[in-house]
Every structure is written in structure tokens, then in C-alpha cells.
């Protein structure tokens, strides 16, 4: 398998485990959206948060993401979470090592923006690490949502979903990845 023989055709499915090129992980790491300051400059709109820090800081100021992804770690050692802030979130959970995206992820972060699509919150735990789920969010919400994750140094990245940003989340996806 090579390219773009990892995901189906429409981008919604991974065909393979994937793991992180370590020659790409560079800009892989490379903010990839807008650095806000404040919560406040998040429209209302659909949210996905990606990370423990940026979940539990986007719940202390009261907004509710849609769907929040989180590992119950912070820069890779356990301490408090927002786990225990998410009361009202249906709860999913998958498998993803270090380094990888794993078709168990994917499908977990399909099913958590489709079950956000029809109303509800939801909470996917990730055991191991979700740093490189924001590509599945990017590539499965729906135009007009965002995605929030944590950048260790700066603050917090939005981004806004549409066709451009897919594109760009599929090109760095075939390119930086390699299938298992």
C-alpha cells in the first residue's frame, strides 16, 4: 500500500494503521490554524477539541465542545483531566499508540461527530494518545465546524473545517504517513 491506497476514495475510511514517518514529523508538529488568545474568539459553531489542556480549558471558561478527545494525560504524564468536567457527554473510547492512527480511532472519531451531528456531547478517551486525531476530525466534520487543539509553547490552534483545509489534512495525511 502506498499514497492515497490507505483511505477510501471519499477520505471517510482508513483501510490501514497508520504510522507517523519519522521524517515527518517536523511539520507534522507545525501549527496548522489561527493562534487565539481567547476563548472568546471561537465562533458558535460545532467544536472539537483535541487534547486534555485545550478541552479543560475551553470547559472552565463554559463552553462545551461538541466532541472533546482527550487521552487523560497532559504532555504524555498522567494528572488531573478534564475527564471529570465532562458530566452530559456520551462516553467512546479506542486504542491509538504514539506515532499512529489506527482504523479504530478513525472509526471512533467518525461515530463521535456523527452522534455530535444529531445532537449530542461527546467524550472519545483515547488510550494511548490522540495528538494525531485532529487528521480524521479534519477530514470527517462537516464544513463550518472547528477543531481546537493545544500547540506545547504558543497557546491554542483553531481551526476551521472546509474544502481547503480537507485538502490539505488528506496531502500531509498521505505524505507523512506510511501504512502498517
Known amino acids: ?38 476563548i472568546g474568539e471561537i465562533p458558535d459553531a460545532p467544536l472539537v477539541s483535541v487534547g486534555d489542556r485545550v478541552t479543560y480549558s475551553l ?40 506515532g499512529r492512527i489506527t482504523r479504530d480511532s478513525w472509526n471512533a472519531v467518525r461515530l463521535a461527530i456523527d452522534m455530535a451531528s444529531r445532537g449530542f ?20 466534520a462537516p464544513p463550518g465546524w472547528y477543531m481546537i487543539y493545544g500547540q506545547p509553547g504558543m497557546g491554542m490552534i483553531l481551526v476551521e473545517i472546509n474544502d481547503e483545509v480537507k485538502k490539505e489534512a488528506e496531502n500531509l495525511l498521505i505524505k507523512a504517513f506510511r501504512p502498517l
Not at 519519522?22 to 507534522?28: F, L, S, T, Y
Not at 482527550?70 to 467512546?92: C, H, P, Q, T, V
Not at 494518545?129 to 480524521?136: K, R, T
Open 121 to 140: 456531547r461527546v467524550v472519545l478517551v483515547v488510550d494511548g494518545e490522540e495528538d494525531l486525531l485532529g487528521f480524521p476530525v479534519t477530514l470527517l
Open 1 to 38: 500500500m502506498s499514497g492515497k491506497s490507505f483511505l477510501s476514495s471519499e477520505c471517510g475510511t482508513l483501510l490501514s494503521d497508520l504510522a507517523l514517518r519519522e521524517e515527518a514529523r517536523g511539520i507534522v508538529a507545525e501549527a496548522k490554524g489561527k493562534l487565539i488568545t481567547s
Open 59 to 98: 470547559l472552565e471558561s463554559g463552553r462545551r465542545p461538541e466532541v472533546a478527545i482527550i487521552d487523560l494525560k497532559e504532555r504524555r504524564s498522567r494528572e488531573a483531566s478534564a475527564a471529570y468536567r465532562l458530566s452530559g457527554y456520551l462516553i467512546l473510547s479506542s486504542s491509538n499508540p504514539p
